[in-house]
Every structure is written in structure tokens, then in C-alpha cells.
T-cell receptor
Framework: EADIYQTPRYLVIGTGKKITLECSQT?????MYWYQQDPGMELHLIHY???????EKGDLSSESTVSRIRTEHFPLTLESARPSHTSQYLC??????????????FGPGTRLTVT | KNQVEQSPQSLIILEGKNCTLQ??????????LRWYKQDTGRGPVSLTI?????NTKSNGRYTATLDADTKQSSLHITASQLSDSASYIC?????????????FGSGTRLLVRP
């Protein structure tokens, strides 16, 4: 069982609000990732981090930002939420980069609805 | 263009029956291929990981096969159970732009009925 947590699990918020999605893991993994997944569609990488003070943008352009000031914590922030941000956001972590045959563990996800 | 296509898009089977899910990819150069199970409203959980040199990998009632020549993989589920109802996602890892990238398929949604 993976020890990776996301809060909130569900969030309904109005346009223009600032939101932060929390992700934390207790496995001591250096590598952490944020994915965006629309219903019935594939996951797309939007941010990743290979360690403290390291963040990079993923393959899918996103208006969100991330920070990594502690190994176990990788929050995602939207400064001004819009309806186009409505989606499921999944956080993941791994001990090694995904090229090695090691697991990438996913959190349960946050389902965000912007009205 | 690097793509991962899965079929069927959705599938309904009766409890106890077997089924096979397909994954075709056009990804190159290929590093490894993974199958994940994603329950509704949850994150994906890894079922199998295979390199290009492996052509079969089992995890309980789940058996994945890989044909690197034809760029096809399949996931076979034996004696299905109600708890197998989920989306099954094929993911291919490739080396691109000096880093490894994950290319996700859109999944096959499986419903197991009593």
C-alpha cells in the first residue's frame, strides 16, 4: 500500500479563487509528479520534481505552479481558478526515475470542479 | 508521433469469465511497458512492468504479454471477479529529449457483472 496522500479529495470552487492542492508522501521518495486527467482520458504530466528546490514543467502546459521545500510535500497552486481547470489531479512519487524498473506510486487524486 | 492506443474502449463480462485487453504503441525508442489498474475515483496501481526483452509477466490472475516486434501488448484477466471492475491503463516509457517520458493510453473500462 502506497503512503501518498492528497487533500482535498473533492473541491468545488468559484471562478477566480486561489486554490492549493496538497500532496504528501511518507516514503522518503525524491521524485514527485503531478498529472492531470480528464474523465475517460489519458493522464498528462504537468509538473515534476527530482528533489527539494527542484521543479520542472511537464509535457502538458498548465497555468498551475508547484513548490518543493520539503521532500515529503509537493503542493500545486492555481492563482485564479477557471472552469477550464476542472479535472482530476493525481500526485505520484517514485524512489528512482521512471527509467528504472521501479514503481511510481499514485495518490487517490483530487477532483476539482470550477464553477 | 508517439502514441499508445488501447482497445476495446470498454468491455462488459460476466463474473468468472476471462478477458483480454489490447495495447498498440508507436513509441520509439522504447524502455519499458506497464499496465495499471485504476479504480473509479482513485489513482492508478501498477500491475506489471516489462522491458523489451520480456514477453510475458504475471501478477496473480493478471498476465501481460509483449511483442516488441509488432509493438503490441495484451493484458489477460483470468476468472474475473467483481473487484476487477476498473479502468486498465497501458503506459509506455521512452527516452526523449534527454529524459524518460511516460506515454499513457486512455484506458479500457472493464465492468464485471454477477
Amino acid at each position: 500500500e502506497a503512503d501518498i496522500y492528497q487533500t482535498p479529495r473533492y473541491l468545488v470552487i468559484g471562478t477566480g479563487k486561489k486554490i492549493t492542492l496538497e500532496c504528501s508522501q511518507t516514503m522518503g521518495h525524491d521524485k514527485m509528479y503531478w498529472y492531470q486527467q480528464d474523465p475517460g482520458m489519458e493522464l498528462h504530466l504537468i509538473h515534476y520534481s527530482y528533489g527539494v528546490n527542484s521543479t520542472e514543467k511537464g509535457d502538458l502546459s498548465s497555468e498551475s505552479t508547484v513548490s518543493r521545500i520539503r521532500t515529503e510535500h509537493f503542493p500545486l497552486t492555481l492563482e485564479s481558478a477557471r472552469p477550464s481547470h476542472t479535472s482530476q489531479y493525481l500526485c505520484a512519487s517514485s524512489e528512482y526515475p521512471v527509467d528504472a524498473l521501479y514503481e511510481q506510486y499514485f495518490g487517490p487524486g483530487t477532483r476539482l470542479t470550477v464553477t | 508521433k508517439n502514441q499508445v492506443e488501447q482497445s476495446p474502449q470498454s468491455l462488459i463480462i460476466l463474473e468468472g469469465k476471462n478477458c483480454t485487453l489490447q495495447c498498440n504503441y508507436t513509441v520509439s525508442p522504447f524502455s519499458n511497458l506497464r499496465w495499471y489498474k485504476q479504480d473509479t475515483g482513485r489513482g492508478p496501481v501498477s500491475l506489471t512492468i516489462m522491458t523489451f526483452s520480456e514477453n510475458t509477466k504475471s501478477n496473480g490472475r493478471y498476465t501481460a504479454t509483449l511483442d516488441a516486434d509488432t509493438k503490441q501488448s495484451s493484458l489477460h484477466i483470468t476468472a474475473s471477479q467483481l473487484s476487477d471492475s476498473a479502468s486498465y491503463i497501458c503506459v509506455v516509457i521512452l527516452w526523449m529529449d534527454s529524459s524518460y517520458k511516460l506515454i499513457f493510453g486512455s484506458g479500457t473500462r472493464l465492468l464485471v457483472r454477477p
